[in-house]
């Protein structure tokens, strides 16, 4: 029986892959993190072994099942732009510092890693469809701190490269474009969210929307479901998949943020007890103003997945409103 190893499991992603591996394939799932209240059906499963740990207290266990799986997925991390203003150092140690450490376990004993790149990565370039071999890598100044996890993401994709050039790692990187969904964060939290979950607090609580900058920056928001399926079409591909950099993202889906407020503001309304949502005020703040010092933006975020398409077979087909409605009727 196959094995994949899968740290970060109880995340945004982790979660649902580990729900995608047991729907799609009979392998087995070597599954680790700090807490595990969004895998309550995956546990149930006699082809789980879960350990709740930090990273920092398992090393042994990583090993030894890093050495019997075919796969490693490492997860873990930070991916709250508020988190990157608040403790940027963190950041860095668990994005870089920690992961380094999982990849050098998988260049010792020559496994397959599949690390989770980002599209922040691509930070400013200019380029209007931002393609993996080819697209330059642009961040802002150092007194800008939101670019510490770009720039610790990057360096972990040049490090895996360059550990598959000189120590012969087997490697995949796959960048993910603002995946969107069921159980991204907690409503309930005041602030710290990510956009989707952030808004829906608002609305919640019946609080204004607060579009950064206007809400004119435009993202290609991409099904969690879908983003997943093509982890595993990965994972079920290493023949086209190793070596390889591939954007996960859906570019029919690029909208504005301000759009996203106004298609869930519609979803919600459609919601019984939350028809009020239509009358929620959408407000305008600086980036600034909402996250702190140290905050800059990116205009515009659009993957070329042509790749993905033609090595993996992987096309995203849901809309926005699709994604929207399935999030909303999930938390509301």
């Known amino acids: 029986m196959k094995k994949v190893l899968i740290l970060g499991a109880n995340g945004f992603i982790g979660s649902h892959l580990c729900e995608k591996i047991l729907e799609h394939t009979d392998w087995e799932i070597c599954a680790l993190d700090v807490g595990s209240h969004n895998l309550s059906g ?26 019997e799986a075919f796969a490693v997925v490492p997860l873990a991390g930070i991916a709250r732009p508020a988190m990157y203003i608040e403790d940027p150092l963190y950041t860095y140690e668990l994005d870089f510092e920690e992961n380094l450490k999982v990849v050098r376990i998988c260049a010792e004993l020559r496994q397959w890693v599949i690390f989770p790149s980002t599209s922040e990565v691509y930070g400013m370039c200019p380029d209007r469809e931002l393609k993996e071999d080819e697209s330059n890598l642009v ?13 610790s993401k990057q360096m972990m994709d040049r490090v895996i490269w360059a550990m598959g050039i000189s120590k012969g790692l087997p490697f995949t990187l796959f960048r993910p474009f603002n995946w969107i969904g069921p159980r991204q964060d907690d409503p309930r ?71 996203v407020a106004l298609a869930l503001v519609r979803a919600a309304s459609r919601i019984p007890g939350y028809e009020y949502a239509l009358e929620i005020p959408l407000v305008e703040v600086s980036g600034e103003e909402h996250y702190g010092k ?39």
């Open 294 to 332: 140290g905050y800059e933006d990116v205009q515009d975020r659009l993957p070329s997945v042509d790749k993905a398409a033609s090595k993996l077979g992987w096309v995203p087909k849901a809309t926005l409103d699709e994604i929207l409605d399935r999030t909303v009727r999930y938390y509301l």
């Open 42 to 67: 995956v546990l149930e499963s006699p082809r789980v072994e879960f350990v709740e740990s930090p990273m920092g207290s398992a090393w042994d266990w990583i090993r030894d099942r890093a050495r």
């Open 189 to 259: 939290t005041p602030k710290g969210n990510r956009l989707v979950p952030q808004m829906l607090g608002n609305i919640i609580r019946r609080e204004p929307i607060r579009l950064v900058n206007g809400g004119h920056q435009r993202r290609s928001f991409t099904d969690i479901e879908e983003g997943v399926m093509g982890i595993l079409s990965i994972l079920r591909n290493p023949d086209a998949a190793v070596g390889e950099i591939f954007n996960l993202g859906n570019p029919r889906n690029n909208h504005s943020v301000r759009e």
């Open 139 to 151: 961040l802002g100044p150092i007194r800008n701190v939101r670019w510490i996890y770009s720039c």
